[in-house]
């Protein structure tokens, strides 16, 4: 299980970014959509190398992750199962800012809700408050 502090770095770093992040992408990929990955130096070509479950390595590009940042359809895979989700773009008073948020099914409103430059990056924040609850402290 991934630690509370992990989240919150990660947390931290999905909100203060405004574009594209590849290293972001690839620590939400392994941190929350249960993909490992690791450096091969004796395989051709030397490179990160992926996989999700019991499926063999792959080479980047090869079933790479999705792209969470860029894509809210890939960020909507982390969303919990069995939970609600939704996502607007503000154009008043903070201009162009997203709103994502997430709660279990059957709740009356949002439980976890989070601002952030796109709709991809606040529903994963969503989705990491929502986490970081479920561990406790």
């Not at 203060?16 to 130096?41: C, M």
């Not at 590009?61 to 773009?89: C, F, I, K």
């Not at 903070?94 to 606040?122: I, K, L, M, N």
Request: net charge negative; with cysteine; hydrophobic share 40%.
């Amino acid at each position: 299980m991934t630690s509370r502090a992990t989240l919150e770095a990660l947390l931290a770093r999905v909100l203060e970014g405004t574009g594209p992040d590849r290293k972001l992408n690839a620590d939400i990929a392994v941190t929350l959509g249960g993909w490992e990955r690791k450096w091969h130096d004796s395989e051709r070509p030397h490179g990160w190398y992926w996989r999700r479950g019991d499926y063999s390595w792959t080479a980047e590009g090869e079933g790479y992750p999705a792209d969470y940042l860029g894509s809210l359809d890939a960020a909507l895979t982390l969303v919990p199962e069995g939970w609600s989700w939704h996502v607007a773009l503000r154009t008043y008073l903070t201009f162009f800012r997203a709103t994502g948020s997430v709660w279990q099914e059957g709740q009356q409103r949002a439980t976890f809700t989070a601002d952030a430059a796109t709709p991809a990056r606040a529903l994963i924040a969503a989705c990491l408050k929502a986490r970081m609850e479920a561990q406790g402290e």
